[in-house]
Nanobody, 113 residues
């Protein structure tokens, strides 16, 4: 059974930081491109960042310079370090194996003063 389990969300003030984790089990992790998406209330789910097995990363413009995606193939885990958080980063964050229907359950990130 394939499982993607996100963790690390929470409530943070503007300008703060959070680190999200996504642990993958039941499926080969190494070699797969992984992605983080987010969905704010009333909005469509949007791509935030991707990372290839070799470590090449892509970021949506709105998070460039603030977010960093990384992975640890030994731990079957992908991370999203989020710095200088803004109100508009508030959303449920999901990890995904790129191009597949494998999704985690999501973790809530709320940026509020």
């Amino acid at each position: 059974q394939v499982q993607l389990v996100e963790s690390g969300g929470g409530l943070v003030q503007p300008g703060g930081s959070l680190r999200l984790s996504c642990a993958v089990s039941g499926r080969l992790f190494s070699g797969k491109t992984m992605a983080w998406y987010r969905q704010a209330p009333g909005n469509r789910r949007e791509l935030v960042a991707t990372i290839t097995n070799g470590g090449s990363a892509y970021y949506v413009d709105s998070v460039k310079g603030r977010f960093t995606i990384s992975r640890d193939n030994a731990k079957n885990t992908v991370y999203l370090q989020m710095n200088i958080l803004k109100f508009e980063d508030t959303a449920v964050y999901y990890c995904n194996e790129w191009g597949t229907s494998y999704w985690g359950q999501g973790t809530q990130v709320t940026v509020s003063s």
